[in-house]
């Protein structure tokens, strides 16, 4: 996630960044409670 923000941060801004990580984020705890899984993490290879 930080070198998503990071990248985002370059490009974009450090509020505009902080806002997409946490939408990013919230997509991903309602993807969760939706499929009722815990979180997997998923490195990138």
């Known amino acids: 996630m930080r070198e ?3 990248r985002i941060k370059i490009r974009s801004g450090g509020k ?3 806002v ?3 939408r990013n984020l919230l997509l991903r705890m ?3 409670l939706l499929d009722k899984q815990a979180y ?3 490195l990138a290879a």
Do not use: G, T
């Open 30 to 32: 309602r993807r969760m």
């Open 20 to 22: 997409a990580i946490a």
């Open 40 to 42: 997997a993490l998923q």
């Open 4 to 6: 998503k923000y990071e």
């Open 16 to 18: 505009r960044a902080i």
